[in-house]
């Protein structure tokens, strides 16, 4: 059974003449261990699939399904809690809260959520795997671009996520730092047993994926 | 908690501005009600020594004791028992050669009397004779002692000053207490007036006369000159101050909510509860208010101590919790304002910022 899975799924935004059909009959799966890229231009839909496979918002019509349950009318309690326990997020601009430390963003998790976190020893490992195993007393105004994404990336996977989603995740990147990121998240989906989305219109992350759909319209195809 | 604690610390500037400004605002507050109550407690200090609960009065004195006279045809019913004590108001001026000359209300009262019997001195003794009196321990930081033969309304008669009394105000002037009949001569008041009013310990004393009324001890306070006039000023003023402080509370977190809307969005878009972001900014504000009252309790402390006695300042408990309660509820309610706009956040606002 896939971890995720969106079935016939539609996205309208407004009413009447000004409505606009964002995503068109999506259906879509990733399994963990596997390295999914949703691809497109701007405009595609990738931003709003995005956000209803993140359960951030209900889709229109069609089911979104987390291992095998459809979330797709899940309150906004429900869908929160859904967040918080089994999906992690890695935004754009990394979006790490500027007044804790990198250590203190796991402390947050911890007061909200206060089982099946890591452990000291695989937050531990974590870090070290992520090369930020020094900076965890440093604020993210005292981290560079690089260093502030990985901590991003620590901070969605301290929860223990089934499924990490990744927004623009090399948006502002230098070649070497994407080959770092792309290898970084192709061993967390292939090591951590994670199921990895990446949403992106960087081709330099085409050759860490297991699959690519690509976006357009609002419709989506599978390329690999 | 946890975030508004780690917010404050690392924004030590800005919300150092805003405790300083809840500070001043709760300064202000525990000055003018410390104000408030003082000269409130100088009006009322004597009434309440006596544990009065009825005044009777002269039916035409508008309430006011040194505008009141009753004669002995008044009171022939009068029952004056051990609760009950004539007393016979003036103001006066008090002169000494060598001394400060004090404004202060001569009272006269009975020896054989209660308000006589149970007067609390802080030295000396009680005043035997008629050319003795006892005064307001606030005379002794104006350099009056204990020997010392006052002048009264520039009197030629002196009188000895035998002890000094404590919580002897009223109308905020010292009290100097003599004999009725030291009252009846300064006032030049005919042979058959007795007293300008009757004292009751008894909440159940009871005396009316064509000429004389009983009134209710807050009926009597709420008529002293000026008295109600003044603290519903203070009452205004700090009225005021609690609302100014609300609008402050709200309209800086409000500003602060609103920029830190994207962290907000981003935490609710990580799963992270809106009870826990609406806990952050209530307890920020709440965090705010009693370290800003803090620092207003701790100087206000230091200026009430630092302060000369003449200055009417009652510093007391009362006024400390309810200021700081007060203040607090303030808090909450002007934390309330921004919660709305974290509640409406729309998590999938965090993709694609």
């Given at each position: ?54 359960s ?81 007393k ?23 996520p ?6 623009e995740?090399t ?18 989906a ?7 989305m990446?949403v ?6 085409e050759?860490?994926?297991?699959h ?6 609002g ?5 690999k | 908690?946890f ?30 009600s410390s ?13 309440y020594?006596?544990?009065t ?38 103001g006066?001026?008090v ?43 606030s ?40 004999s ?25 004393y ?9 009134y ?38 409000y500003?602060l909510?609103?920029q830190k ?19 952050a900014?209530?307890?920020?504000s ?28 009652s510093?007391t408990?009362t ?5 700081t ?17 974290i ?11």
């Amino acid at each position: 059974m896939a971890v995720i899975e969106l079935k016939n799924v539609k996205k309208v935004y407004g009413k009447g003449n000004a409505q606009v059909e964002a995503l068109k009959n999506i259906n879509f799966k990733a399994d963990k261990g596997e390295v999914v890229l949703i691809m497109g231009p701007s405009g595609a839909g990738k931003s709003t699939f995005l956000t209803i496979a993140g359960s951030l918002q209900k889709p229109t019509s069609g089911e979104v399904l987390i291992n095998g349950e459809d979330i797709s009318n899940f309150s906004a309690k429900k869908r929160n809690e859904l967040r918080l326990n089994r999906i992690g997020f890695v935004l754009q601009a990394y979006n790490l809260v500027p007044f804790l430390t990198v250590e203190e963003q796991f402390t947050l998790v911890d007061k909200v959520k206060k089982q099946n976190n890591l452990s000291r020893d695989e937050l531990n490992d974590l870090l070290k795997q992520l090369g930020i195993t020094d900076l965890v007393k440093k604020y993210p105004s005292e981290l560079s671009g690089g260093q502030q994404q990985r901590a991003a990336i620590a901070r969605a996977l301290y929860a223990n996520p089934e499924i990490l989603l990744a927004d623009e995740p090399t948006a502002s990147l230098d070649t070497k730092n994407v080959e770092e990121v792309g290898q970084l998240f192709k061993d967390l989906a292939k090591k951590r047993d994670k199921a990895v989305m990446l949403v992106t219109h960087d081709p330099r992350l085409e050759k860490y994926a297991d699959h690519i759909y690509e976006m357009m319209d609002g419709q989506m195809t599978q390329k690999k | 908690m946890f975030l508004a604690i780690k917010e404050i610390k690392h924004e030590k500037l800005r919300y150092g501005l805003i405790i300083l400004m809840i500070f001043l605002i709760s300064y202000l507050i525990f000055m003018l009600s410390s104000l408030a109550v003082g000269l409130a407690s100088e009006n009322t200090q004597a009434i309440y020594s006596w544990d009065t609960q009825k005044v009777v009065l002269n039916k035409n004195s508008n309430v006011i004791m040194t505008q009141s006279v009753l004669t002995k045809k008044d009171l022939k019913n009068a029952k004056i028992g051990k609760s009950e004590a004539y007393v016979g108001q003036l103001g006066m001026v008090v002169k000494h050669k060598n001394r400060d000359t004090v404004s202060a209300q001569f009272l006269g009262i009975k020896k054989d009397q209660f308000i006589y019997k149970e007067q609390k001195l802080a030295s000396g003794r009680k005043a035997k004779n008629s050319d003795e009196v006892t005064v307001d321990s606030s005379f002794k930081n104006k350099g009056y002692k204990l020997g010392d033969k006052i002048k009264l309304n520039g009197s030629s008669q002196k009188y000895k000053i035998v002890g000094f009394v404590n919580n002897a105000k009223i109308n905020i002037a010292p009290i100097v207490y003599g004999s009725l009949s030291t009252w009846k001569k300064m006032r030049m008041a005919a042979p058959n007036v007795v007293t300008s009013a009757i004292i009751s310990k008894n909440g159940d004393y009871k005396f009316n006369h064509r000429n004389a009324k009983t009134y209710p001890i807050n009926k009597f306070i709420s008529k002293l000159p000026g008295y109600t006039a003044q603290n519903m000023t203070f009452e205004l003023m700090i009225g005021f101050l609690f609302v100014i402080s609300l609008i402050i509370i709200a309209v800086f977190l409000y500003i602060l909510t609103m920029q830190k809307m994207h962290n907000f969005t981003v935490m609710c878009a990580q799963g992270i509860p809106s009870k826990t972001l609406v806990g952050a900014t209530v307890s920020q504000s709440i965090i705010l208010v009693a370290i800003g009252v803090i620092i207003g309790l701790i100087l206000m402390w230091i200026t009430s101590a630092a302060l000369p006695a003449t200055v009417p300042m009652s510093f007391t408990p009362t006024i400390m919790i309810s200021g700081t309660v007060g203040m607090l509820v303030m808090g909450v309610i002007g934390s309330l304002i921004p919660i709305r706009s974290i509640l409406k956040v729309d998590p999938a606002k965090a993709i694609g910022e």
